[in-house]
């Protein structure tokens, strides 16, 4: 069964929201450890202030003990200071473990979230390539075959055309520095000639066409640099 999709949680969280939510997570561990140390500080204390004490009237303390237990029996004890920074330290804990539950989760979702997109993306280009292909297999079939030649390469232009748009709107550009001067960073110089025309420095010939993706390069250019006259 397809998994029910809640819509508060196809929301992509801003970068500052994704800041106060680590910012959550640090803090929640911070505190835990705090409560932890003033626990054990405390305990310590306690056990100080258990030994220094000395009974002043032991009969005294015998006669009232009857009445503090009646006390006791009637009304339950308050929890002591250590009894509550337990408390407070486990009621800490389980926040930050919820806490990090909730950003491995929202790790996931965001992960799956991004491979859907990019599976999404394939799709689209490759149905549009197949039309392509398509229209390859039509122009090769016998009964589409051209008698004349010049036929047959105006179909092969159209589809070329068609392919080439198909790139081109997936974001693909085709490097052609023709002219201009030589970038490493883009080209790949596969010898220097000399030349009339081009200046040195600059790419005479292109040998093979270079590809890039937005701004991202995919190979380069592979060129002939003019030494000059």
Request: overall charge negative; aromatic content about 6%; proline content about 4%.
């Given at each position: 069964?397809?998994?029910?999709?809640?819509p508060e949680q196809n929301i992509?969280?801003?970068?500052?929201?994704?800041?106060?939510?680590?910012?959550?997570?640090?803090?929640?561990?911070?505190?835990?450890?705090?409560?932890?140390?003033?626990?054990?500080?405390?305990?310590?204390?306690?056990?100080?202030?258990?030994?220094?004490?000395?009974?002043?009237?032991?009969?005294?303390?015998?006669?009232?003990?009857?009445?503090?237990?009646?006390?006791?029996?009637?009304?339950?004890?308050?929890?002591?200071?250590?009894?509550?920074?337990?408390?407070?330290?486990?009621?800490?804990?389980?926040?930050?473990?919820?806490?990090?539950?909730?950003?491995?989760?929202?790790?996931?979702?965001?992960?799956?979230?991004?491979?859907?997109?990019?599976?999404?993306?394939?799709?689209?280009?490759?149905?549009?390539?197949?039309?392509?292909?398509?229209?390859?297999?039509?122009?090769?079939?016998?009964?589409?075959?051209?008698?004349?030649?010049?036929?047959?390469?105006?179909?092969?232009?159209m589809i070329y055309n068609q392919?080439?748009?198909?790139?081109?709107?997936?974001?693909?550009?085709?490097?052609?520095?023709?002219?201009?001067?030589?970038?490493?960073?883009?080209?790949?110089?596969?010898?220097?000639?000399?030349?009339?025309?081009?200046?040195?420095?600059?790419?005479?010939?292109?040998?093979?066409?270079?590809?890039?993706?937005?701004?991202?390069?995919?190979?380069?250019?592979?060129?002939?640099?003019?030494?000059?006259?």
């Amino acid at each position: 069964m397809a998994e029910e999709k809640n819509p508060e949680q196809n929301i992509e969280p801003n970068d500052a929201e994704r800041a106060q939510f680590e910012q959550d997570v640090l803090k929640a561990a911070q505190d835990a450890m705090n409560l932890e140390a003033e626990a054990n500080a405390s305990a310590g204390s306690a056990t100080d202030n258990a030994n220094a004490e000395k009974p002043a009237d032991v009969e005294g303390q015998n006669a009232e003990a009857p009445k503090a237990e009646e006390k006791a029996a009637e009304q339950p004890a308050a929890p002591s200071a250590e009894e509550v920074l337990k408390q407070q330290l486990a009621e800490s804990n389980d926040r930050f473990v919820r806490l990090m539950a909730e950003f491995e989760n929202f790790r996931r979702r965001n992960a799956k979230e991004q491979l859907e997109l990019i599976e999404t993306a394939n799709g689209k280009l490759l149905e549009k390539l197949s039309e392509v292909q398509d229209n390859f297999e039509r122009a090769f079939a016998a009964e589409n075959k051209a008698k004349d030649l010049e036929a047959f390469e105006k179909g092969m232009q159209m589809i070329y055309n068609q392919f080439a748009k198909v790139l081109t709107d997936a974001g693909l550009e085709q490097i052609d520095p023709t002219g201009k001067e030589f970038d490493p960073n883009m080209h790949e110089a596969l010898m220097q000639q000399p030349s009339e025309t081009i200046p040195e420095g600059h790419v005479v010939t292109v040998f093979q066409k270079g590809y890039k993706l937005k701004n991202k390069i995919l190979k380069t250019a592979k060129v002939i640099v003019s030494s000059g006259k």
